[in-house]
């Protein structure tokens, strides 16, 4: 039996973004993960990109003034982070256990994976079965993370002053709370659903598809909100604060109207450019239908930055025709904040080990 409650107290999960960072303080019990306090704010200008820290004392300075503003005293930290440079595949193998599947990836990587894996941090995770020509196997998630990329955020959270416990990539914390809780807005049961969970970052897009409870596929793209603020400065005068407020006042970006004026030629700008990002998630969709013909998704759940503008989760379900939602709540979390921006941080709570 697994003593939850001592395991889990005083956890602090930061998830580093390019424009803006986000860090809670709570515990996870088994019925409930108790937010206690949440904060964000601005990542300092070109100091993180990509994964990549690139202004560690500007980030450090920052990330401990904010941590002591908050009153946030040393504590085990969990951290979430994405980047297009980590590896995700979905490899096939025989019916073995992890130990051997751990055995067999460090001699036949290079088969599935053309690059010098002694540079990267590999990890597995069984995802399913599946029958090929006949002959049963298993589906192995592996996930390859640059090893200096691991060093710098661990140096990072002992820099800060904190513990250093886990480094999560955004996708499993994901599927690690799709396993937790029993329904998302009150709707959505991900342990009955396929369900492409889509977060609408500033640099780049995650997406993660879950089969009843399952990872199946997880990939980056490198398209965001920067993009779209890129396409934006380009066509029309406007600041970055200014950029902010037009994506408040859209009432629904699925609908451009007739006739021209600022707003309609704003909205049409951010509708290309989620069309844009939409048809690079097409992609990863097909490769998953493509993999097994009973593949399907039936649901989006739409979540990050730019799943704020009104109608966004109308222009994904349009274009994909498959129902949208933007994420809103969950069972079995207690946050007093906005789930939304926080997700990545409390996925980021929970050890793969109580899943």
Known sequence: MKLFSLFNKNIISIDLGSYETKIVQGSRSKEEIRIDKAFSFNTPAFSYENGNIKNQYMLIDTVKEELKKNKVASGTCHLSMKSTAIITREIPFPL??????????????????????????????????????????????????P?????????????????????????????KLFRFMDNINGIIDPSQKTVAAIDLGYNSTNITIVDNGTIQTSRVIDLGGQSLDN????????????????????????????????????????????????????????????????????????????????????????????????????????LNDDLNKYINCVGALIRDDEV
């Open 147 to 175: 090893k200096d990329m691991v060093d710098m955020h661990y140096n990072f959270v002992r820099e800060v002053g904190l513990k250093p416990a886990v480094l999560d990539y955004q996708s499993n914390g994901i599927w």
């Open 231 to 334: 396409n934006a400065t380009s066509l029309i005068a406007v600041s970055s604060d200014e950029l902010q407020s037009k994506k408040s006042e859209i009432e629904d970006v699925s609908m451009v109207e007739e006739g021209f004026s600022d707003y309609n030629r704003y909205v049409n700008i951010v509708k290309t450019s989620m069309e844009g990002i939409m048809d690079r998630v097409d992609r990863i969709f097909k490769y998953y239908i493509s993999k097994e013909t009973d593949n399907e998704i039936e649901t989006l759940l739409l979540y990050g930055g730019l799943s704020k503008i009104k109608g966004v989760d109308k222009l994904f379900s349009n274009y994909f025709g498959i129902p949208a939602q933007v994420l809103d709540s969950a069972s079995k979390i207690i």
């Open 96 to 145: 073995l256990g992890d130990k051997e599947i751990e055995g067999l990836l460090k001699y036949q990587l290079a088969e599935f994976l053309p690059m010098d894996y002694s540079k990267y941090v590999i990890q597995h995770k069984s995802i399913g079965r599946f029958f090929d020509e006949g002959i049963e196997k298993l589906n192995v998630l592996v996930v390859a993370i």
